[in-house]
């Protein structure tokens, strides 16, 4: 009776919409809210970088969740997932990676959980119940 229960392609699906979805959410609202970008771009150009790098949360929040969850390049989509992350936590959440929320857990659960979802994209690939399996 369990055995039915192991299956990888689905197992594979879910972590691909699990993640995919739940970073494109993310995507959307900045797409809808532009006055964040223009608060990345203060972020970055306050470590010194080109202000037109605050755009490429646009591929890591809207086109590497849109590639994850067709499962087309997904081994690609969580490579830029991550890099989003890891750039995300570093331009916003430095102070917080060493820090617990009211609850109790780690501050940063939300940006671990994309960050190692993704990164577990990279190592899975994207199963047979994708667009084009890898």
Do not use: C
Not at 41 to 68: C, K, N, R, T, W
Not at 116 to 125: D, H, M, N, S, T
């Amino acid at each position: 009776m369990l055995q039915a229960l192991h299956n990888d392609a689905v197992g594979k699906l879910i972590v691909r919409l699990s993640v995919g979805v739940l970073m494109l959410l993310h995507g959307i609202a900045k797409l809808l809210n532009p006055g964040s970008l223009s608060w990345i771009g203060d972020q970055v150009a306050s470590h010194g970088l080109p202000v037109f790098l605050a755009y490429g949360v646009l591929i890591g929040e809207v086109v590497a969740p849109l590639m994850a969850i067709v499962g087309w390049q997904t081994r690609i989509a969580g490579l830029l997932m991550v890099g989003n992350m890891v750039v995300a936590i570093f331009l916003a959440h430095t102070g917080e990676l060493f820090a617990l929320g009211r609850s109790g857990g780690w501050a940063l659960e939300l940006q671990g959980m994309f960050l190692f979802g993704a990164l577990a994209l990279i190592f899975l690939g994207s199963g047979r119940l994708a667009a084009r399996p890898d």
